[in-house]
């Protein structure tokens, strides 16, 4: 049976509709005593205790290479660093390139670990929220989340080898990882909103929640570090996990009830396939190309913007700069959270006279601009130089997800943000380890290179982007049908 559903291709991300309410949303009972927001809390939540672990493993990898180096708690005292201008000697110079080599070999495949083993769990997580319900995907994430604490925990209180992190990054991999909490979210609010100016400013605020939890977490995850150690920040964070696990499940209302036709609950390659459609599936106004390139712009996006953390802290602990821990995190979680509230308050501006397209393009064009200043600094106003240009790029990941989501029906949801989740895993896994590599290899004579090479990526990115505005130039503020097939 075919259906027709209409969706605003070209409105803006923030612009007016003509009717703001939720169209063919499931009527789903909501406990009395839920707050409002929930949703954005507890994903607040999660990611606090999530990105805590981030800093957590950076800095002791880097501080458990060092030690094999007979270099005792390089990270947490000073004065045992020997990255600092009075250190230059040739063997100084060889053993701080030998640390950052081998910390980058670490953290590059403990990236891929997680990123890489989450893709086909992604898929299926996606379809099953869109068959047994939205809680059940962010739920085993969340469990994920916690048993790789654990398994540090475990690490860090036995001081067992590094290799035993993997263990748990796989354990977060197989369950979603990050990207799959990030999909229910936002799938969660394309159920309670509809296509237009609500949907794309919740979800410009949840972007802008997460960001800030990530500020947070990376603030206090560096003080944490820097007095009390490694093991007492992550036995906090995952006290928090387990807080989320009890608030999701029972404050958290359920966006989608469950399916009572069991039969239809089956997990196959058709599933993985369903997550694609869109991509080669021919359509009535031909959405197949735009939303193909919204994609390609997505996933580019997202893995130039986050998988170069790890290389990123290695370049700052690097000479000439030598940054500590806690100066890193600060400055980070300075970025994260002034970045979003700027981005978001410039996108409600400025939503009025550019249009999602232009918007992105601009965005490319930031984001180019700020890592060619990244890769050529070589003191330290140029890093935060390079820190407030990019502040408008952040803006691309955003628009380009609401954009995908108001190309496809409410039925569609689910197995779309599934796979832009999968896509984000793959992409944002290979580009890591791409970083990773660029980064050893150029440490000796040009550690900034890899800054270059993301600005060429993101500026492949503003090519895409162009020619996205020119062909959705005719589609402004028009209602576009499209023809899909309607779920079975």
């Known amino acids: 049976m075919m259906d027709k559903r209409s969706c605003d291709e070209g409105s803006s991300l923030l612009g007016e509709d003509s009717k703001d309410t939720p169209t063919g949303i499931p009527s789903v009972p909501q406990p009395r005593w839920t707050f409002p927001f929930i949703i954005e809390i507890t994903v607040c939540m999660y990611f606090v205790a999530n990105v805590i672990t981030v800093p957590i493993s950076q800095f002791y990898v880097y501080n458990q290479v060092a030690k094999s180096y007979g270099i005792p708690n390089y990270i947490r005292d000073d004065q045992s660093s020997i990255c600092n201008k009075n250190n230059e000697s040739e063997s100084t110079i060889q053993v701080i390139n030998s640390i950052q080599k081998e910390a980058s070999n670490q953290l590059m495949y403990m990236s891929f670990v997680s990123s890489f083993t989450a893709i086909i769990p992604t898929f299926f997580l996606g379809y099953i ?38 263990i748990g990054n796989a354990l977060e991999g197989i369950s979603g990882y990050m990207s799959c909490a990030i999909m229910t979210a936002f799938i969660m609010l394309a159920d309670v909103t509809s296509p237009g100016k609500q949907r794309g400013f919740r979800i410009a605020v949840m972007e802008g929640v997460i960001a800030s939890s990530v500020g947070l977490a990376v603030l206090a995850g560096g003080f944490w570090i820097k007095y009390s150690g490694f093991l007492l920040p992550m036995v906090c964070s995952t006290g928090l996990s387990v807080v989320t696990i009890f608030v999701w499940i029972f404050a958290v209302p359920e966006t989608r009830p469950f399916r009572e036709d069991f039969s239809q609950i089956v997990i196959s390659f ?43 802290t290695l370049f700052l602990l690097n000479q000439p700069f030598c940054w500590s821990e806690v100066h890193i995190s600060v400055v980070n979680a300075l970025q994260i959270i002034i970045n979003w509230v700027v981005g978001i308050a410039f996108l409600r501006f400025i939503q009025y006279w550019m249009r999602d397209t232009s918007l992105l393009s601009f965005g490319c064009f930031i984001g180019t601009v700020a890592h060619i200043t990244l890769g050529l600094a070589n003191v330290g106003w140029m890093i935060y130089l390079y820190m407030g240009i990019v502040t408008f790029s952040v803006l691309v990941v955003p628009i380009s997800r609401s954009m995908l989501s108001k190309l496809v029906s409410p039925e569609e949801q689910g197995a779309m943000f599934a796979g832009v989740a999968a ?66």
């Not at 735009?290 to 712009?297: A, D, G, N, R």
Request: charged share 20%; net charge neutral; proline share 1%.
């Open 129 to 166: 929220s869109d068959r047994c319900g939205r809680k059940v995907s962010f739920l085993i994430s969340l469990l994920g989340l916690l048993l790789h604490q654990i398994v540090y925990i475990v690490v860090f209180y036995f001081d067992a080898p590094l290799s035993y992190l993997y």
């Open 423 to 488: 896509m984000e895993h793959l992409v944002t896994g290979l580009a890591g380890l791409l970083f990773g590599e660029i980064y050893k290899d150029s440490l000796t004579f040009y550690p900034g290179m890899v800054f270059l090479a993301i600005a060429g990526i993101v500026f492949i990115s503003l090519i895409l982007s162009g020619l996205l505005c020119v062909w959705m130039k005719d589609w402004h503020r028009r209602e576009m049908e499209i023809i899909v097939e309607e779920e079975s």
């Open 270 to 312: 058709d599933s993985i396939k369903r997550c694609f459609v869109f991509y080669y599936e021919k359509t009535s106004q031909n959405r197949r190309g735009k939303m193909l390139v919204l994609l390609l712009i997505l996933v580019t996006a997202a893995a130039c913007f986050t998988s170069k953390s790890n290389v990123v």
